[in-house]
């Protein structure tokens, strides 16, 4: 069935430094990839998305690829501070279903 | 824009009750997803609708589940009986709309509703 892994499942970073998360789907017919920041207690919110037309697409800090032929695809967060500390969902969905399935989230914490 | 509202947001109650969750959509919205959040298995979805009808019930983990969409600005997730294993965040989100062949749209998330069942 559909399925979508998130690595790694916890990542620590210096402010300042990056971090990369990255997601591998199963279903070939994927194409729309968001991510969703959740802080502690709060619900997902999007903070950035890709269509399997593009490869990339970038929203100042953070940035996503999508290589559709490996079928993965990864968040980069440049500069990072402390308030991008949260937990980050990527999420696969495709035209047949509509639905989206999460991968099981990578819990990002930045030191100060 | 009042965004995704769910309510009750805290809930507690005792084995065997029966615990009703509501959403109301994004005005306009047409697809509407509830989701479960536990440590153990994630974000699962549970059930979506479009345009009031429901599409895919294939999360529902039991019979004690049900849920109905009664119009396009409401929706419930019922638990009957509960059991303490139902504890979880279940969230509502909704989406603009979703057609068949067409790409997916932006799923927008309630705050939830935080579940104990004792």
């Known amino acids: 069935g559909e399925n979508v892994e998130q690595h790694p499942s916890t990542l620590s970073v210096q402010e300042g430094d990056s971090a990369v998360i990255k997601c591998t789907y199963s279903d070939s017919a994927s194409n729309y990839f968001p991510w969703y920041k959740q802080e502690l207690g709060k619900r997902p919110q999007l903070i950035i998305d890709i269509r399997s037309n593009v490869g990339e697409k970038k929203d100042q800090r953070i940035a996503v690829t999508l290589n559709k032929t490996a079928k993965h695809f990864s968040l980069h967060i440049t500069e990072t501070q402390p308030e991008d500390s949260a937990v980050y969902f990527c999420a696969a969905s495709n035209s047949n279903t509509g639905k989206l399935i999460f991968g099981q989230g990578t819990t990002l914490q930045v030191k100060p | 824009d009042a965004g995704v509202i769910q309510s009750p947001r805290h809930e507690v109650t005792e084995m065997g009750q029966e615990v009703t969750l509501r959403c109301k959509p994004i005005?306009?919205?047409?697809?509407l997803f509830w989701y479960r959040q536990t440590m153990m298995r994630g974000l699962e979805l549970l059930i979506y609708f479009n345009n009031n009808v429901p599409i895919d019930d294939s999360g529902m983990p039991e019979d004690r589940f049900s849920a109905k969409m009664p119009n396009a600005s409401f929706s419930t997730l019922k638990i009957q009986p509960s059991e303490p294993r139902d504890s979880a965040v279940y969230f509502c989100a909704s989406s603009p709309g979703y057609s068949g062949g067409a790409p997916p749209d932006t799923q927008y998330f309630g705050p939830g509703t935080r579940l104990t069942v004792l």
């Open positions: 005005s306009g919205h047409n697809s």
